[in-house]
């Protein structure tokens, strides 16, 4: 296999999720800490997902909601969402690079396509010149045809001989000359 068909995609993914985890640890990791993050992002995020998760799964189990869904404590929304955030994360950096990929195939495949039909107009381009080339070059025949035909058309068949030449000497001999620069 060649170095340039190697499958760049497979290995952009690993590399995203690899890179992905440390980074989605530390974010985590803050949003523990820091005071405004945990509550106003985390555990908003928790609970949200927590109280969707139990819809959820009523409905899968074809069971009427319940009113109120009972209250998450801080620590575990904060646990949930920080896991949630970290997902999150991890799925956009992964599907960034999805489409980062996808966009490139695209665009190669839309050079390439450009390429084909450039090839194409280039040759339709040369077609056409060589049938306007053959048109001139056939209408100069024809001219030449007709004129042809009207110089043939003025001289008889067989080309008359002067009456002066006698039929041992050519015309436009010695004597002939002279008789008529005697004249």
Known sequence: MAIDQFPMFRMATLLARQLSSPIASRIKAYAMTHPRMRTAVVCRAGRMFRGAELRFKLWAMRLPPPPRAAPLSD?????????????????????????????????????????????????????????????????????????????????????????????????????????????
Do not use: Y
């Open 75 to 183: 620590n575990d929304a904060v646990q949930v969402g920080s896991d949630i955030i970290g997902e999150i994360i991890i799925f956009t950096l992964g599907a960034g690079i999805v489409i980062f990929e996808v966009n490139r195939q695209a665009e190669k495949l839309e050079i390439k396509m450009l390429e084909e039909r450039s090839e194409w107009v280039a040759l339709l381009v040369a077609l056409q010149e060589l049938k306007h080339e053959l048109e001139l070059q056939q209408q100069e025949m024809d001219r030449l045809q007709d004129e042809l035909r009207r110089i043939s058309q003025r001289q008889p068949s067989s080309p008359p001989t002067p009456p002066s030449a006698s039929p041992t000497e050519p015309a436009g001999t010695l004597t002939e000359v002279t008789r008529k620069s005697r004249c």
